[in-house]
DNA sequence: CCCTGATTCGC
DNA sequence: GCGAATCAGG
């Protein structure tokens, strides 16, 4: 196979949307993981969150490949990635601390529902979104919806949505659905200012840090696990 | 072992 | 430019 435009857009899509590489592989289909590396550092893109990334000495490393019958010059080894853009996950250390951000148009409770008065726990994000507690985890629209159903739906039902190519940095990058299928696409609000996702989808990723003992499974979060087919 | 990304280097 | 082989770390 060879790189096309195509391929390559979706490359790097997957590869900032935080998909690992073998996911891209798999999804481009054709290539191995170690291509979709090799791909993604030639075009530029790299080092994001990698989890053989923790070490960053000023030790010039140890790094010898067996025997080097060649004189070649070694190149110096020091990618040194600095740039920190994303992962405004505030330091939130207790619960339900201060809200950092103490908007009063956001309600921290807006109407008393009538089904019970417990107090809930609620904070407020940064960007003014809301941090969803262990207790209230929303259950209506999952970010991944049912399995393949129809072959294909060519226009009609895409027509709307969001595309891996219509991402900008003003709509909300939240996958609906998996890569590849036909009903892939991405959420499309339009963001929480700062963040790469919409409010509601902010509320998703970025949870609150609640104390030990009541905690629930991990959210879903965008490529996060793997495919099940 | 599995996984991850990074790097090298022959093609 | 490509990607298998290899490395390094979790």
Same mark, same amino acid.
């Given at each position: 196979m060879s790189w096309t435009d195509e391929r390559i857009a979706t490359l790097k899509k997957m590869w900032e949307g935080g998909s690992t590489a073998s996911q891209i592989a798999d999804e481009l289909g054709g290539v191995s993981r170690n291509a979709v590396i090799g791909k993604a550092h030639r075009l530029g893109l790299k080092s994001r =969150? #990698?989890?053989?990334?923790?070490n960053e000495k &000023?030790? @010039?490393?140890v790094k010898a490949k067996?025997?080097?019958?060649?004189p070649v010059a070694k190149k110096?080894?020091? $990618?040194a990635a600095k740039p920190a853009p994303a992962a405004p996950i505030a330091p939130a250390k207790p619960a339900a601390a201060q809200p950092p951000a103490p908007d009063a148009s956001i309600p921290s409770q807006p109407l008393p529902n009538k089904s019970s008065d417990l107090p809930k726990i609620v904070s407020v994000g940064p960007g003014g979104f809301l941090r969803q507690g262990p207790g209230d985890q929303?259950? %209506?629209?999952? %970010?991944? $919806?049912?399995?393949?159903? !129809? =072959?294909?739906?060519? #226009?009609?039902?895409?027509?709307?949505k969001t595309s891996l190519l219509d991402l #900008?940095? &003003? !709509?909300?990058?939240? =996958?609906?659905?998996? @890569?590849?299928? @036909?009903d892939f696409h991405f959420?499309?609000? #339009? !963001?929480? $200012?700062?963040? $790469?996702?919409?409010v509601e989808h902010c509320g998703r990723a970025y949870q609150a840090q609640l104390p030990r003992g009541a905690r629930r499974p991990p959210p879903p979060l965008p490529f996060g696990g793997p495919r099940v087919r």
């Open positions: =969150p #990698s989890p053989v990334k923790a &000023k030790k @010039p490393a067996p025997a080097a019958p060649k110096p080894v020091k $990618p929303q259950a %209506p629209i999952p %970010p991944a $919806p049912p399995r393949r159903l !129809v =072959p294909a739906k060519p #226009s009609a039902e895409i027509a709307d #900008s940095d &003003k !709509v909300c990058r939240w =996958p609906m659905g998996h @890569p590849g299928e @036909p959420c499309g609000e #339009s !963001v929480n $200012p700062g963040f $790469p996702y919409c």
